[in-house]
């Protein structure tokens, strides 16, 4: 069983940069990838980054070049960088963990029933 909480989320200017945090309790090394997922008011919730078991990753398109996904197994936690941030990218960012094999890194931005562990979520506001 694997436990995410996330945390770094906050309120910031366009332009500035946040960093998110995802703790897993429990051995990541089981989940095939993990991902960054977030959802704004109104919509529905989409992949932002994701990376898999060997350090491949995979980003949305309006993150590429912006948003920087990391993990550090040794510490069980998930990272997401964010850097010149867009009023866009305001919504609740989750982590996930998917233990399910998928074909090609970018099926593992799907946020579909294969990810069996998700985080409560971090807001991240980004103010124009």
């Known amino acids: 069983q694997v436990q995410l909480v996330e945390s770094g989320g906050g309120s910031v200017q366009a332009g500035g940069s946040l960093r998110l945090s995802c703790a897993a309790s429990g051995y990541m090394y089981n989940s095939y990838c993990m991902g960054w997922f977030r959802q704004a008011p109104g919509r529905q919730r989409e992949g932002v980054a994701t990376?898999?078991?060997?350090?491949?990753?995979a980003y949305e398109d309006s993150v590429k070049g912006r948003f920087t996904i990391s993990k550090d197994n040794a510490k069980n936690t998930l990272y997401l960088q964010m850097n010149s941030l867009k009023p866009e990218d305001t919504a609740i960012y989750y982590c996930?963990?998917?233990?399910?094999?998928?074909?090609?890194?970018?099926?593992?931005?799907?946020?579909?029933?294969?990810?069996?562990?998700w985080g409560q979520g971090t807001q991240v506001t980004v103010s124009s």
């Open positions: 990376i898999d078991t060997t350090g491949n990753t």
């Open positions: 996930a963990a998917r233990q399910s094999e998928a074909s090609w890194i970018r099926i593992c931005l799907i946020p579909n029933r294969e990810y069996n562990h």
